[in-house]
């Protein structure tokens, strides 16, 4: 049974920092890309980061560019964003999810994990 | 950047047909992807490549692509299908790979 397991999230100043992880099981980690997508309280879906399987390749959303940097760990089946400089508008569930292999779309999602940037 | 528009909300009675929109310039010419997501819940999967269902997704959910809209339709639409619901591309154009439609609240009435 795939399941990603999100962790990490909490209370943070702002100008702080976070780092967020994703513990994978179930498939083979390394063949897949993986991204990160957040929500906002009441809002929209709005996609974070991609990370290319061997972690070669990777993209951000404009508004965290040079803020976050996505990474992963293949031998630890691990997923994991760091958050630098972070903003009150950074707050929201930041959910783990796959990308099936050979498509555009995410086929599983994690449960997320809440980050709230406030003082 | 791509942008994906989205009604915020749709109502139907139970039993009828839900449709719900996803505008974008030539949408036809890309893969579109719409998820399901209930209050407190992670988004599903409900069709995938425009028109395909995953496994255990009911046939009254279906989807259409063509020119500048892609559509969700839901017939026979019941009190569980009350959700929000996104549509989704990948943008190979940028660097915004993926893009998220703001998103469709349904109202079963």
């Known amino acids: ?119 | 950047s791509y942008v994906l528009t989205q009604p915020p909300s749709v109502s139907v009675a139970p039993g009828q047909t839900a449709r719900i929109t996803c505008g974008g310039n030539n949408i036809g010419s890309k893969s579109v992807h719409w998820y399901q997501q209930k209050p407190g819940q992670a988004p599903v999967l409900v069709v995938y490549d425009d028109s395909d269902r995953p496994s255990g997704i009911p046939e009254r959910f279906s989807g259409s692509n063509s020119g500048n809209t892609a559509t969700l339709t839901i017939s026979r639409v019941e009190a569980g299908d009350e959700a929000d619901y996104y549509c989704q591309v990948w943008d190979s154009s940028s660097d915004h790979l993926v893009v998220f439609g703001g998103g469709t609240k349904l109202t079963v009435l």
């Open chain 1, 1 to 119: 049974e795939v399941q990603l397991v999100e962790s990490g999230g909490g209370l943070v100043q702002p100008g702080g920092s976070l780092r967020l992880s994703c513990a994978a099981s179930g498939f083979t980690f390394s063949s897949y890309w993986m991204s990160w997508v957040r929500q906002a309280p009441g809002k929209g879906l709005e996609w974070v980061a991609n990370i290319k399987q061997d972690g070669s390749e990777k993209y951000y959303v404009d508004s965290v560019k040079g803020r976050f940097t996505i990474s992963r760990d293949n031998a630890k089946n691990s997923l994991y964003l760091q958050m630098n400089s972070l903003r009150a508008e950074d707050t929201a569930v930041y959910y783990c999810a796959r990308r099936r292999a050979g498509t555009t779309f995410v086929d599983y999602w994690g449960q997320g994990t809440l980050v709230t940037v406030s003082s």
